[in-house]
């Protein structure tokens, strides 16, 4: 008889790691939405310096980071929640928010990791499915909101669908939403988002909604996704007290701490690494579109593409690991038939377009008729 584990680990899902991290060098790697830019030197140097003091446990209040942000967004110290990564923190918010009896609302498919939550402390989750453009269909989402509710995940830009929708709709959203559930604004992305404008367009939302958090992550533009660090911008200081709470007190290391402190200071570079994922994300979906794909309007370093109306994505992803190219297919991600593709160098782009077209000379794979 093995041992016997909580209840609990027969129910959260393995989360669907991308595969062929060992393919080595050469290989597109377009199936994480991390960045193709490499960390800059003086960032580097900076996580260097801090390894030289690890014999100390890092500082468990963060002040160095904690100020940077608040310097940056205005948002003060005491209403930022830190995590080893956002993912961190979305699941410290379902073990501080939720409960057996407790209810959580999302629209889906959105970011794997929300499956967690439900799966781990015995909530209900409500799906809401996206609208026929693949958006959040937040109307839907707030007529799930019950006394039995604690939190909404809102994520914008969605992943993996690409889309995001404007602040005005996340407004009137969010005035429908009564105080006492928390809703947690998933922007891990906002930096690519045309619609949603910058990164300091949702941020006047914290003074109006005690309820709302803002997350945000080091590990997409600012290129420090193998650092994890994460962070969320809170309307009241109650979330981040909790999130602590559930937590282990030294969650977030000191050179991942350091090397995210100089990588703000570095804005120039996060504008380089935004042009240049939004000119990728136009010619990709152009070149897709010509072929005759649809594509869902990205407003991310990603694009969401269906390439099988049939639901059958597995052979294409195969097909395009074996041409060297590492995308995500959407059967593992909620989307059966599409392909969620990072946006890579300009030559690994256009190698996934080459392989595409290798594996697909006609096009999108047709549903059967029946
Ligand atoms: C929407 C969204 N939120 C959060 C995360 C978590 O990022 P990290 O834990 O690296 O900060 C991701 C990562 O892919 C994401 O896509």
Redesign the pocket.
Known sequence: MGIEFAEKIRRIPVYPVAAGYDLGVGTAMLA??ETAFTPLEPVVEAAKHALLGSNRYPDPSYAPLREALCDRYRVPAERIAL????????LAAGDALLEPGAEVVYGWP??S?YLHLAAASGARAIEVPLNGDAEHDLEAIAAEITVATRLVLV?N????TSTALPLESITAFLEKVPPHVCVML?E??VEFSLTVGDPYASLPLLDSYPNLVI?R????VYGL?AL???YGLCGSESFRTAVDQVRQPFYLTAAAQSAAVEALSHQDEVERRVVAAVAARATVTEALRGRGFWVAESDANFVWVQVAQDGNDAPIVSGLRDRGVLVRGGGALGGPGHLRVTMGTPAENQKFLDALAELLPTGPVASEQP
């Open positions: 994480s939405n995590g080893a990564g956002s993912c961190d923190l979305i959105a970011f990791v994520c830009p969605n992943n993996p998933d891990a992305y997350l992550t080091f590990s997409k996704a994890r660090v994460g």
